[in-house]
């Protein structure tokens, strides 16, 4: 599958919604929990190769605000699985960088350590950026926002008349994180899940029936080529995408 990659033409930032852990352990007869630490391997495995390929940004939806109403025993097993995870070595041997977006006050205050501590030993590393979305949700991060820019122009601090996209991107957990070109979702459903609404306006979007614990790099791949195989028009026609590739 390699071989039908064009190097030249991998995106920059991929986001994942990784689904279908629970479903994945069901159909193999395990507890839930089983299929959240295979998940978790996979992360491992998918990070490597977006390393290897050159992709700058990698951004997991690891857990939603909507997932805090989860029974109490479930989001335990998921927080001690993210801490379990959070390895310092995997990132330095892939000189890989690690940041989190979400409303991270609400984790519990050792993950928020071991988050904050392999933030700072990645920063200067120069291969691809993992963005852990955590306790994170689209509406959560735009009325954020909006609370923010309202506030700041009460205060005198910001013209009203200047609020443009710009100004509005800067507010979102997201700045300095280009948008998205890919979004991958696993597990069949065919939703956006309150993921990145405002960063995914304009990104190629690709559904997989397969449960992310069996989500491997040729699937990755298979994404990947199937990106590279559309014409992104961004409200142009084709026509004139075709003729500024000519011109170049």
């Known amino acids: 599958m390699t071989k039908e990659l064009d190097r030249n033409r991998i995106p920059r930032h991929v986001a994942i919604i990784m689904d279908g852990n629970g479903r994945w352990a069901k159909a193999q007869g395990k507890e839930r929990t089983a299929g959240h630490q295979q998940g978790a391997w996979q992360v491992h495995t998918i990070m490597e190769e977006a390393t290897r390929l050159g992709i700058d940004y990698l951004t997991l939806y690891t857990f939603s605000t909507e997932n805090w109403n989860r029974p109490a025993e479930e989001i335990g097993t998921l927080m001690s699985i993210l801490l379990k995870h959070i390895e310092e070595e995997v990132f330095v041997k892939n000189n890989a960088r690690f940041m989190v977006i979400g409303d ?15 933030i700072e030993v990645t920063r200067n590393n120069t291969g691809t950026c993992m963005v852990a979305a955590l306790s994170y949700s689209s509406k959560w991060e735009i009325t954020k926002a909006v609370k923010e820019i309202a506030t700041e122009a009460a205060e005198g601090k910001l013209d009203p008349a200047t609020i443009d996209e710009h100004v509005f991107e800067q507010h979102l957990e997201t700045r300095g994180i280009p948008d998205p070109e890919l979004l991958i979702r696993t597990g069949g459903e065919l939703r956006l899940s309150n993921y990145l609404l405002w960063q995914c306006a304009y990104s190629e979007l690709y559904f997989t029936d397969t449960y992310w614990p069996d989500f491997g790099v040729e699937d990755f791949h298979k994404a990947i080529i199937s990106y590279q195989g559309r014409q992104r028009r961004y409200g142009k026609t084709g026509e004139q995408i075709e003729k500024e590739g000519s011109q170049l």
Do not use: C, I
């Open 104 to 118: 991270v006050k609400r984790l519990p205050q050792n993950v928020q350590d071991a988050m904050a501590h392999l």
